[in-house]
Each structure stands twice: as structure tokens, then as C-alpha cells.
């Protein structure tokens, strides 16, 4: 492997782009983050301390006390967190007390994958591979209302394909870093494609930035 690897998947939500990140990382022995569990881990904050999701001096102090040891996936995970963190998310201070977690992450040594909306754009602007995962939003309604129901969580599929949509609208009009490709990323579409499909295609595009690396 390159002595230095840094990869950056955005993507919407359910669009498999997390399931991706992990396969690669484990694939390349490097480290990963889920960029989008610190707007969780925000949100997850507010929701406990029953602090209404806009206020932004309360999410501030929230994002600047984060600690990346501290995270509890599982609790991260429930039901509502992800709505809740893509509206913590539009607050331009929030954006901006994460921003150095995330920087610190992509200068270690060796690379790292990372996963979120605004990795290829804002966090890791030069990362060696760039790819925006994309899937149609009936799809990605369906993985993620089959997730919940896997869970036991009573879950409706339009309910779900409703949050799903709002949050694409959130994500991709909010004023700082909204979603959208990176000029140089490779666009890979997963509806039609399985777990498995996906990861060879991704991991397809990975080598051949690698090899055109090599050339250069």
C-alpha cells in the first residue's frame, strides 16, 4: 500500500456510503470515521438535556466538548438522532467547532477513510480518492426502513422515506458545506447494487486512483 492513503466518501443518507467506508478501511488497515456521528453525538447531547435542536449557543458548547473516545454508536444509532443531527448540523458554529476534530483525523500518519456529507469538499479537500455514493431515495428509504425493522423499532416506510427526503433537502441548501460531489470525486450510483457489488466497484475506483498515483 502507498505510504499515505486518504479516502473520502460523502453521500446522502442510507446510500450505503458508511458500510462502504468500514469495508475499505478494513481492506486497507486504516483507520475510519463516521463523520457523521459528531452531529449525532450533538444532537444525542440536546435531545438528552431536552434543548431544543436550534439552539446554536447550546450545540456550540455541545460540539466543542466532543471527544472521539468517548461515543456510543449504539445510542448514536436510535431512532430520530439522524433527523436531529442533520438540523445541528446546519449551524454554521457547529460546522465550525467540528472542524478541527475532523482535520486532526485526516493528518494522521499512514491515511484514513472517512465518511460523511462534506469530507471530499470541505474536511479533506486533497484526499488521494474521492467517490459520492448516490442512490435513489425510494431505495435508500427501503434499506433504512429495513435496519429499523430488523431492530424491532415499529417503522413505516413512508415515514421514512419522508425523513429521508427532508434531510436531503436540509443537507444540500444549508448555507455552509451543504451536499454535493466534489468537482474531482467519481460518482458511483448503489441502487441497483448490493453490498458486495458496491464494494468492488468502490474498491475498483480506489485502485485505479492509486495506480494513476503510481504513473504520475
Given at each position: 500500500?502507498?505510504?499515505n492513503?486518504l479516502?473520502?466518501?460523502?453521500g ?8 462502504l467506508?468500514r469495508?475499505?478501511?478494513d ?13 449525532r453525538?450533538v444532537?444525542?447531547?440536546?435531545i ?7 439552539d446554536a ?5 455541545a460540539?466543542?466538548g466532543l ?11 436510535e ?15 457547529v460546522r465550525?467547532?467540528?472542524l ?7 493528518q494522521?500518519?499512514?491515511g ?8 471530499g469538499t470541505v474536511?479533506?479537500p486533497?484526499?488521494?480518492?474521492k ?13 433504512r426502513f ?5 431492530k424491532g ?8 422515506l419522508?425523513?429521508?427526503?427532508g434531510?436531503?433537502a436540509r443537507?444540500s441548501?444549508r ?8 468537482k474531482?470525486a467519481v460518482?458511483?450510483d448503489?441502487t441497483?447494487l448490493?453490498?458486495e457489488?458496491?464494494?468492488?466497484a468502490a474498491?475498483?475506483i480506489?485502485e485505479?486512483?492509486?495506480a494513476?498515483?503510481?504513473?504520475r
Amino acid at each position: 500500500m502507498d505510504q499515505n492513503l486518504l479516502i473520502a466518501i460523502d453521500g446522502p443518507a442510507a446510500s450505503g456510503k458508511g458500510t462502504l467506508a468500514r469495508r475499505l478501511a478494513d481492506h486497507f488497515n486504516l483507520p475510519h470515521l463516521d463523520t457523521g456521528l459528531l452531529y449525532r453525538a450533538v444532537a444525542r447531547a440536546l435531545i438528552d438535556s431536552r434543548t431544543p435542536l436550534d439552539d446554536a449557543a447550546a450545540a456550540t458548547a455541545a460540539a466543542r466538548g466532543l471527544k472521539l473516545t468517548t461515543f456510543d454508536p449504539v445510542r448514536l444509532k436510535e431512532t430520530g438522532v439522524g433527523d436531529a443531527a442533520s438540523k445541528v448540523a446546519a449551524i454554521p458554529s457547529v460546522r465550525e467547532a467540528l472542524l478541527r476534530l475532523q482535520k486532526d483525523f485526516v493528518q494522521q500518519p499512514g491515511g484514513a477513510v472517512l465518511d460523511g456529507r462534506d469530507t471530499g469538499t470541505v474536511i479533506a479537500p486533497d484526499a488521494d480518492v474521492k467517490i459520492f455514493i448516490e442512490a435513489a431515495a425510494e431505495v435508500r428509504a427501503e434499506r433504512r426502513f429495513r435496519e429499523l425493522t430488523a431492530k424491532g423499532e415499529n417503522a413505516r416506510y413512508e415515514d421514512v422515506l419522508a425523513t429521508i427526503k427532508g434531510r436531503d433537502a436540509r443537507d444540500s441548501s444549508r448555507s455552509v458545506a451543504p451536499l454535493r460531489p466534489a468537482k474531482d470525486a467519481v460518482l458511483l450510483d448503489t441502487t441497483h447494487l448490493d453490498i458486495e457489488a458496491a464494494f468492488r466497484a468502490a474498491l475498483s475506483i480506489v485502485e485505479a486512483a492509486r495506480a494513476g498515483r503510481e504513473r504520475r
